[in-house]
């Protein structure tokens, strides 16, 4: 590696100065892409012809990148790892894509990612598992799989992602990368893969803080084709950017991050939790003050369904379009709807088709009052709570998981009661569409964790800070997997 | 309507016809006989897309809430409606679903019937929403032409408070008259811009019968006979004592045999899993905007009939046709603008004119005589130039021939002849050549005197001023 394994500013500073071309970061960056395809399975599609299309001013320019594969990008195969668009080339850039192309940013990848972002695990999609770079018997979480699986073993300095529940932020800590979604509607969702339209977030997966905001300053802003987008022509994340947090207050939830809470815990569990309130005294020794907040364990216990009533019930609706009746493989029958259960019986996974019967039953109408509509009022409570608490705090922090990665073979059973809610608590930071960042605080058995900090709407600024801040005060920035091990 | 009591419910679908583009995406809102020529990708349904609500759409439809007397929302949103079928690409029409918050809520508006009573109309709502893509139906294959997807759709929910057929066709007729007056919509059946279900139950007494919807009615005679039709098929059910056979079901209007067929039973009715759409964020409806709104209503049709009766002694009858649709209303005003005698206008309107275009099923406003066109025969009839016969035979031939009436006029030497010499001259004509007949007329047959006046319309073709043949003739006669 020479060059992909640097921040942003620093391969913009190698192009100004001469010291390497656009077209030399290209071929290295496909190179280390075949690699990481080799290894973690982490792309759906390689762009072997990628080149340097116009030069700008932005930090960006000349870069390689890459975009997750919910993202529409003209003229290119784009899946969302399904099956069901197969062979779907869309005919119009979502509008980040378009963004990032008209300030020169070189996309050379697609990555693979769980089915529509209907997933947690980067098992799921259409082309296979991906394989931690950290470990290649671990999942790197999902949705954003392969963004996570590329940035982490130093493909290129950033990828786009997507999070409805958790997927940029989960997969961040799993690669020990850094992992951000801005608030809600900072930048427009046009032409990003609808999975549930009131949590679903664009944002970025990166090694460095400063290279979020980079990314997300080029990206957001208002956009007529995105009614949920607001104008934040105001906020320049990276110029900024600052590290002195003293005197701002944080807080956790003690129901989630209590070892006394779980009872059973296992030894990575409370290795998670130890190492978390580590990092807590470091924030303490930054001049932040943090605090342990309690909530209504009800709440908190009701996360999970919530998120699972509520993504279901719109992936439902947002999925329906897929008939293959006008793009996607036209399935067989001798009607349209013979023809659209066919297309849809064999191009969905079993998960989704799952997800799709939930979704379906809590819309019903005697059911929509007992399930939907109590799973919106319970979202409110959740948000209308947290946000009680960022009237006094500036930001909230959470170990992210209950430990690092996992088996991909299953043998450790991820469902487990006790941990639920700690398992899904970022899915808060999608109830409210409030700003967050993971990033990585430290390794459990050789294996990378991290800590998510969540800010109340639009003080995308004041979190991306205190991550600033808490990331120069450890080790573990800019880190890259020595993607070892594995069977394969 | 017969021995029992009808009640029919409506629902008017009206597109809006006149926003640049489309309620929740930029294509051009243009009807086009081009299929699939005024599409995006939201209206194609791809993935990615997202709805952007036309601000112009949603003006128009708290305008028509403001007409209608009803509540206003406090805020705007809109629900999904999910069904799978593929005149929808999404498979969901983001719409309102009322009685949840929508463009007006509990309203009335009251009608005028022909013979100059009114009844009221109870208004249960109006709703926006994207219209579906067009469907045309053939023998073993269907196609399906994108154009109306996501065209603004107004949809109008009336109470079950009409009786009749003809109060039913009177209200519809209104409200298409309003659409066309606040530039809202052409309001084109012929276009598929207008559609309406219709709901008819029949009752003995006061409590309400088991309820019928007839779907997609798509013109106001179709309302009308449907709701015959279906009346007629319910009561002979009742008569045989066979209600119970009416079901609470949905049934197709099928307009080549006339009659209605059972689409399916409320028991197979679709849940539609409404939820609120989360793409478009609910914004409020100020106070400050409905006042704006209210005050850019337009003159309203029965406003304009008053106007009319006032102004230009029109009759109610007269006056209620001429304001039925906006075109006939501009045209004669364009005429009375241009300097013509408006009850003459308006008699030449509801009379020949109408009964050409009606006949020709052509719009007025592509009618070859024009208003300028109409102003120049009328101006020539009343200085005298060509008698009332004339008159009409000029507009005939005009319009056949779609050439000016001037030059109509010149190549048919289509001109009255007032001049007294020349009349008295072909007078004392026909009488030199009638010397029996004016004996005859002396003897006391009086109606000799017509003939006399026919003949001498023969030697001018018919273009002796009749009122100079007649004074002239009188004079001649007493002088033999």
């Not at chain 2, 005197?449 to 007493?478: C, H, S, W």
């Amino acid at each position: 590696m020479k060059y992909m394994n640097l921040s942003i500013t620093e391969i913009h500073e190698k192009l100004k100065n001469g010291e390497v071309t656009s077209e030399e970061l290209i071929s290295e960056s496909l190179e280390l892409t075949h690699i990481v395809q080799e290894k973690c399975n982490a792309f759906v599609t390689i762009f072997d012809d990628a080149k340097k299309e116009n030069d700008t001013d932005s930090l960006l320019s000349g870069i390689p990148y890459g975009i997750k594969d919910n993202y529409s990008t003209k003229g290119a195969l784009t899946t969302g790892s399904s099956n069901t668009l197969r062979d779907y080339i869309p005919f119009f850039d979502a509008t980040a894509v378009s963004k990032l192309s008209s300030l020169g940013a070189i996309p050379v990848n697609k990555t693979a990612m769980d089915e529509f972002g209907l997933g947690g695990t980067g098992t799921t999609g259409a082309t296979g598992v991906q394989r931690n770079p950290w470990d290649l018997t671990r999942m790197c979480a999902g949705s954003s799989s392969g963004s996570a699986a590329a940035v982490a073993a130093g493909v290129y300095p950033y990828a786009l992602g997507s999070d409805t529940g958790d997927s940029i932020r989960k997969p961040a800590a799993f690669c020990g990368i850094v992992g951000y979604k801005p608030t809600y509607g900072m930048i427009s969702r046009y032409g990003l893969f609808p999975f549930a339209s009131s949590l679903d977030h664009c944002g970025v997966l990166t090694r460095y803080v400063r290279d979020a905001a980079i990314v997300v300053d080029a990206i957001k802003g208002i956009d007529e084709a995105d009614m949920t987008s607001w104008d934040s022509s105001h906020i320049h994340l990276n110029d900024d950017l600052n590290a002195d947090v003293s005197g701002k207050k944080l807080f956790y939830i003690k129901e989630l991050c209590d070892l006394a809470n779980y009872q059973n815990a296992t030894e990575e569990l409370k290795a998670h939790l130890n190492n978390f309130h580590e990092t807590l005294k470091i924030c303490k020794n930054l001049g932040m003050q943090v605090d342990e907040v309690s909530i209504d364990p009800k709440l908190i216990r009701a996360i999970p369904s919530v998120y699972q009533v509520i993504s279901c019930a719109e992936a439902t609706s947002n999925l329906s379009n897929l008939t293959g009746l006008i793009f996607g493989p036209r399935g067989e029958g001798d009607n349209y709807l013979e023809m659209m259960k066919d297309h849809r019986t064999k191009g969905f996974s079993p998960l989704i088709k799952r997800r799709l019967v939930i979704g379906s039953y809590v819309l019903q109408t005697q059911n929509q009052e007992r399930y939907f509509k109590n799973a919106q009022r319970a979202r409110r409570l959740i948000v209308d709570a947290i946000k009680e608490q960022f009237k006094k705090y500036d930001a909230m922090v959470s170990p992210v998981s209950t430990g690092p990665a996992k088996l991909l073979d299953g043998s450790v059973d991820m469902l487990n009661e006790d941990t639920l809610a700690l398992e899904d608590q970022l899915q808060i930071g999608n109830f409210g569409g409030f700003p967050s960042i993971t990033i990585p605080n430290g390794f459990i058995n050789d294996l990378p964790v991290g800590i998510n900090i969540t800010g109340e709407c639009f003080e995308d600024q004041k979190v991306l800070n205190i991550a600033y801040a808490l990331e120069s005060s450890m080790d573990y920035k800019g880190q890259i997997a020595p993607l070892i091990g594995g069977d394969k | 309507m017969g021995k029992y009591n009808v009640t029919i419910g409506l629902e008017m679908h009206c597109e809006v016809s006149k926003t640049a583009s489309k309620v929740f995406s930029n294509a051009k809102n243009e009807y086009t006989d081009i299929a699939n020529s005024n599409i995006s990708p939201y209206d194609m349904g791809f993935p990615g897309v997202l709805p952007v609500v036309n601000k112009e759409a949603v003006r128009m439809s708290l305008m028509m809430g403001e007409i209608l007397n009803c509540h206003p929302p406090k805020y705007m949103y809109f629900e999904r409606k999910n069904y799978y079928y593929p005149d929808m690409p999404k498979n969901y029409q983001i719409t309102q679903n009322p009685p949840e918050e929508c463009a007006g809520m509990g309203g009335y508006i009251d009608i005028e019937r022909e013979d100059g009573s009114t009844f009221r109309v109870d208004i249960d709502n109006i709703h926006l929403e994207e219209d579906s893509a067009r469907m045309t139906h053939l023998y073993d294959t269907s196609i399906i032409d994108y154009n109306r997807a996501a065209v603004p759709l107004l949809e109008l929910v009336t109470g079950p408070c009409l009786h009749s057929a003809e109060d039913a066709v009177a209200f519809l007729e209104y409200i298409r008259a309003i659409y066309q007056y606040c530039g809202i919509s052409e309001a084109d059946s012929k276009k598929g811009q207008v559609r309406c279900d219709v709901n008819i139950s029949i009752s003995e007494d006061d409590t309400l019968g088991t309820k019928v919807e007839m779907k997609n009615v798509n013109s106001f005679s179709g309302v009308h006979d449907a709701i015959v039709y279906e009346v007629k098929r319910q009561s002979e059910l009742k008569d045989a004592g066979r209600y119970d056979e009416v079901e609470q079901e949905t049934r197709r209007w099928d307009e080549e045999t006339g009659t209605t067929i059972r689409m399916r039973s409320k028991v197979d009715a679709i849940d539609y899993k409404y939820f609120v759409e989360p793409n478009i964020p609910k914004f409020k409806i100020t106070e400050e905007w409905l006042e704006k709104i209210r005050k850019s209503i337009p003159e309203l049709p029965y406003e304009r009939k008053a106007k009319y009766m006032t102004n230009y002694s029109l009759s109610a009858y007269d006056a209620g046709i001429l304001i039925k649709d906006i075109n006939i209303a501009s045209y004669f005003e364009n005429c009375i603008n241009l300097g013509c005698d408006p009850k003459i206008v308006a008699n030449w309107i509801t009379g020949n004119i109408l009964g050409y275009v009606y006949k020709n099923d052509i719009e007025i406003q592509n009618l070859f005589v024009t208003p300028e066109r109409l102003t120049i025969i009328l101006s020539s009839m009343a200085k005298g130039d060509i008698s009332s016969k004339q008159a009409k035979e000029l507009f005939s031939m005009v319009l056949e021939r779609e050439e000016e009436p001037k030059e109509i006029m010149k190549k048919e030497g289509m001109q009255q002849i007032s001049d007294d010499t020349t009349i008295t001259s072909v007078i004392i004509e026909v009488l030199d050549e009638n010397k029996e007949q004016i004996t005859d007329y002396k003897n006391g047959k009086t109606n000799m005197f017509d003939y006399f006046v026919g003949q001498v319309m023969k030697k001018t073709r018919g273009q002796a001023n009749p009122v100079k043949v007649k004074e002239i003739l009188t004079n001649e006669l007493a002088n033999r």
